[in-house]
T-cell receptor, first 115, second 115 residues
Framework: AQSVTQPDIHITVSEGASLELRCNYS??????LFWYVQSPGQGLQLLLK??????LVQGIKGFEAEFKRSQSSFNLRKPSVHWSDAAEYFC?????????????FGKGTHLIIQP | NAGVMQNPRHLVRRRGQEARLRCSPM?????VYWYRQLPEEGLKFMVY????????ESGMPKERFSAEFPKEGPSILRIQQVVRGDSAAYFC?????????????FGPGTRLTVL
């Protein structure tokens, strides 16, 4: 069964500093990988996704993520965070083998931005 | 183009009552997913439906929970005889085709509180 691990429950970053959120997955084949952001009381918004091809993917709001097969990782990065980036971030895996279509989510990383 | 709509946004029920959560997918989408988010947890897949069909209910509790997506009208997630452990945020997502590589668009969620 596939699983997603986000090892950092909370991360605090100063405004303007760089950010990296970690995500590791367990899956037998090449996964479909996603990063979502959730603001308080809101639904999830897709930041970016990886299916195949270039392992460095660009998303919205200045975010990017890199797929590293050897490390089973898909870490999210941003060179300079803004106060509005404070939110909950979820990494998710989709099943590429046909059949199940629901996504498997990590537990999330709560991002706090210090002024 | 309206996004995924969910209502009610907040629902309070006493133990033993029924809860009905509604989801209207994005225009043109005929694939609906339901997820549950417990406090401090990521989203857990419950069920995947297409119009008039349940495709995958592997994440749905075996008792008290049911889902439907009729030919006309919204998708309904029904919880009978609610218990305190059902308190959670329930999110609906929709997509325009089958396959987890198709982007799932999330609604704002229904927050269920069981007293």
């Amino acid at each position: 069964a596939q699983s997603v691990t986000q090892p950092d429950i909370h991360i605090t970053v100063s405004e303007g500093a760089s950010l990296e959120l970690r995500c590791n997955y367990s899956y037998g084949a090449t996964p479909y990988l996603f990063w979502y952001v959730q603001s308080p009381g809101q639904g999830l918004q897709l930041l970016l996704k990886y299916f195949s091809g270039d392992t460095l993917v660009q998303g919205i709001k200045g975010f990017e993520a890199e797929f590293k097969r050897s490390q089973s990782s898909f870490n999210l990065r941003k060179p300079s965070v803004h106060w509005s980036d404070a939110a909950e971030y979820f990494c998710a895996v989709g099943y590429s083998g046909g059949g199940a279509d629901g996504l498997t989510f990590g537990k999330g990383t709560h991002l706090i931005i210090q002024p | 183009n309206a996004g995924v709509m969910q209502n009610p946004r907040h629902l309070v029920r006493r133990r033993g009552q029924e809860a009905r959560l509604r989801c209207s997918p994005m225009k043109g989408h005929s694939h609906v997913y339901w997820y549950r988010q417990l406090p401090e947890e990521g989203l857990k897949f419950m069920v995947y439906l297409q119009k008039e069909n349940i495709i995958d209910e592997s994440g749905m509790p075996k008792e008290r929970f049911s889902a439907e997506f009729p030919k006309e009208g919204p998708s309904i997630l029904r919880i009978q005889q609610v218990v305190r452990g059902d308190s959670a945020a329930y999110f609906c997502a929709s997509s325009n085709a089958q396959g987890s590589y198709n982007e799932q668009f999330f609604g704002p969620g229904t927050r269920l509180t069981v007293l």
